[in-house]
């Protein structure tokens, strides 16, 4: 197994037992108790370490399981299908627009569309995977994108590359959803921030190769180089279809299926040892039986996900409406940002920044790709160190800072006679420092927090009910971009932009917990009412 992070020196007082590598730090009552470990899911070594005296500084290492990562790659490779398209998008409208003559309010239509037709995709996914599971449902996504890229890349009029748009936003409804839903219930506790940030990753590396295939394929006679930037995402879309095959089946929803002997075997490949494997089938087991729709007794059962939307709208408990506001509200901020728009839309904001040659818009496109995938890559790294907070906060309150800087260049070179060269720059400069922010924070924590949070029960449903509002926001942000944009000026809607992401900010720093190092089992006490008597509970 290969160990993340390096080693850290516990601290001297005993009030919490540090996690190295991971630096968790978690109070001692919430683990030992009369020489016994109180937590639930707690693996051999851990149970070793609790009967040691009370106060005993507890070492735990985040081993990466290869079997767990394997199954991460595969399934996030299915996120690369939505970045390859935001980025390809963002060049490839340059030359539909003049090889099919259409408008801006289509070209607003045709960007925005993918994400309000995922809507569908992320509502039906929920339901979807509660009945044939979180692999099918990955084969499902990814046979969807194919159809929708094979469309758009065949499409000989707007009307056919608008079909083609439509049947890929199904397809990556369903993706957003599931890829970081199924690493999240693969993943063991320690590495889970890593592991579930990987669907980001993997949509930064898509953006990436979408801005590098407008830059390669530009050159190319215009009836062809766009056809081939969007048909191209075939590719990715097959080899997920064909990956699936090597990929076990979440063994949360085995389990929520009474298929036990299987979820077993998937839990001793992914945990350290055999006994560790049986205690997460004990607790997850457990989880199960408590909700009242699942006997952990049965060899199968006849659970589909019914009542899920009930409880999650109608009849919610106090806890479950917390953990609703939450993850329904950081996927609102997410696309509230305007992160998606500016991407989509980065060459028309560098062309009226001043830089008007097609090459060299397309250009500037990769160099904020490659600031994106690395700063995302960074984020996943430190993830499971730092926590989600801090880096959520980071992220948020320097996107804040990064869009007025880009609001106040785009004003100066508004009322200016010319382009001064340091304005061009402020411009470029804050546009990737933006989406470099976002890639820190919002865009990998709130795939994470989104799948994590949930309820066993509720957790496909209720993550595609938060997905479905991320997908909503950002199509409606993509669609009315340009045209907000042209009537109050770039300047304005980044300000506008800055803004927002400041509310933001709060939002998370009062209403966000931290989920680092707990299991899924574990995180639900976060939200329950306890937490009332000591705010500062949720905070820590």
């Known amino acids: ?123 039906a996914s929920g339901k979807t995977s509660d009945c044939i599971g979180r692999r099918y449902t990955i084969v499902l996504a990814a046979a969807t994108f194919l159809i929708g890229a094979i469309l758009m890349g065949l499409a000989p009029s707007f009307p056919f590359l608008m079909a083609g748009r439509v ?7 369903y993706s957003l959803m599931i890829a970081p839903l199924y690493v999240a ?32 394929l530009s050159s190319l006679p215009q009836y062809m180089n766009w056809r081939l930037m969007l048909g191209l995402a075939a590719f990715p879309a097959i080899a997920v279809a064909v990956g699936v095959l090597a990929m076990p089946e979440s063994p949360r929803w085995l389990v929520m299926k009474g298929r036990l002997g299987e979820a077993k075997q998937v839990l001793i490949k992914i945990s350290e040892t055999k006994e560790e494997a049986e205690l997460r089938l004990a607790d997850m087991v457990k989880a199960a039986s408590f909700s ?19 409880e999650l709208l109608l009849t919610p408990s106090r ?41 060299h818009l397309v250009g500037v496109t990769v160099i904020m790709g490659i600031a994106k995938t690395f700063f995302v890559l960074l984020s996943a790294l430190f993830l499971d160190r730092f926590g989600r907070r801090p880096l959520l906060l980071l992220g948020s309150a320097g996107m804040a800072i990064s869009l007025a800087g880009l609001g106040l260049g785009s004003k100066f070179l508004e009322y200016s006679n010319s382009n001064p060269d340091w304005a061009i720059a402020l411009c470029v400069v804050a546009v990737c420092a933006a989406v470099s922010f976002f890639s820190i924070g919002l865009g990998p924590i709130t795939w994470v927090y989104s799948s994590e949070i949930f309820p066993m029960r509720l ?13 909503l926001v950002s199509g409606v942000v993509a669609m009315t971009f340009l045209s907000i944009s042209r009537e109050i000026t770039f300047g304005a809607m980044f300000f506008a932009l800055a803004g927002i992401m400041a509310v933001g900010t709060v939002f ?33």
């Open 292 to 310: 009242g729709h699942v006997s952990a007794s049965s060899s199968s059962s006849n659970w589909h996900g019914q009542g899920v939307w009930k």
């Open 185 to 216: 219930e693969l993943s063991p506790a320690l590495t889970r921030g890593f592991l579930t940030s990987l669907p980001e990753v993997f949509i930064n590396v898509g953006i990436l190769l979408g801005y590098i295939s407008n830059y390669t």
């Open 459 to 471: 957790r496909a449903q209720g993550s595609s009910l938060a997905i479905s509002v991320n997908r």
């Open 1 to 123: 197994m290969q160990v993340i992070g390096s080693a850290m020196e516990p601290e001297k007082h005993h009030d919490y037992h540090l996690l190295p590598d991971s630096e968790s730090a978690l109070p001692v009552g919430n683990y030992l108790k009369n020489g016994r470990r109180r937590r639930e899911g707690a693996t051999e070594s851990e149970s070793h370490k609790s009967k040691l005296p009370e106060g005993t500084p507890v070492h735990r290492k985040a081993y990466l399981n290869k079997f767990a990562l394997s199954g991460a790659i595969l399934a996030s490779t299915n996120s690369i299908l939505l970045g390859y398209d935001i980025g390809v998008m963002s060049g490839a409208v340059l030359f539909i627009r003049e090889n099919l003559n259409i408008s801006s309010t289509q070209i607003e239509i045709l960007v925005g569309s993918l994400n309000v037709c995922s809507l569908i995709g992320s509502l």
């Open 508 to 540: 998370f720093y009062y209403y966000l917990p931290e989920t680092k190092g707990k299991s899924l089992e574990e995180i639900g006490a976060l939200f329950e009412d306890e937490v009332d008597e000591n705010p500062k509970a949720l905070l820590s």
């Open 167 to 173: 049947v890929a936003g199904i397809g990556v409804g």
């Open 319 to 359: 806890p479950i409406r917390r953990i609703l506001i939450a993850a329904i509200g950081v996927n609102f901020f997410m696309q509230a940002s305007g992160n998606d728009a500016v991407i989509y839309y980065s060459p028309e904001v560098f062309r009226d920044a001043g830089i008007h040659d097609k090459k």
